[in-house]
Nanobody, 126 residues
Framework: QVQLVESGGGLVQAGGSLRLSCAAS????????MGWYRQAPGNQRELVAS???????????NYADSVKGRFTISRDNAKNTVSLQMNSLKAEDTAVYYC????????????????WGEGTLVTVSS
C-alpha cells in the first residue's frame, strides 16, 4: 500500500527558511507527479508546487505565483522523495502542507489516483 510521510514543518519567523520532505513507500517503481499543497484555516487546499518526472525527459517544476522565487521543489526518483525548500517565508505562508503524488507504478499495479500525506504544519510568525 502506498504511503506518503512528510517531515520538516515547524515554527519560523518571517524571513526565515524551512525545508519540507516527503517519502513515498509501498514497492514503488516510479511516480509521475509529486508535489506540495497547503491549506490555511478557512481556505481551500491549494497547489504550492509540483514536479513531474519522465524517463524520456528532464523533470518539470510548476509553482504557484505566490511562492515563485522563494520556494524550490526537488525530487529524488531513486528514493521516491520530494522536498520543498521554503525561503523568505511570510506570515501568509502559514498553513498545513500536504505531500501529494499521482501516477504511481508499483511492482504489482499502476494507480492514477491521488495520494496524500497526513500534513505538516508550518507556522510563520510576523
Amino acid at each position: 500500500q502506498v504511503q506518503l510521510v512528510e517531515s520538516g514543518g515547524g515554527l519560523v519567523q518571517a524571513g526565515g527558511s524551512l525545508r519540507l520532505s516527503c517519502a513515498a513507500s509501498g514497492n514503488i517503481v516510479s511516480i509521475n507527479v509529486m508535489g506540495w499543497y497547503r491549506q490555511a484555516p478557512g481556505n481551500q487546499r491549494e497547489l504550492v508546487a509540483s514536479i513531474t518526472s519522465s524517463i524520456t525527459s528532464s523533470s518539470r517544476a510548476n509553482y504557484a505565483d505566490s511562492v515563485k522565487g522563494r520556494f524550490t521543489i526537488s525530487r529524488d526518483n531513486a528514493k521516491n522523495t520530494v522536498s520543498l525548500q521554503m525561503n523568505s517565508l511570510k506570515a501568509e505562508d502559514t498553513a498545513v502542507y500536504y505531500c501529494h503524488a499521482n501516477g504511481i507504478l508499483t511492482t504489482t499495479y499502476y494507480s492514477g489516483k491521488d495520494y496524500w500525506g497526513e500534513g505538516t504544519l508550518v507556522t510563520v510568525s510576523s
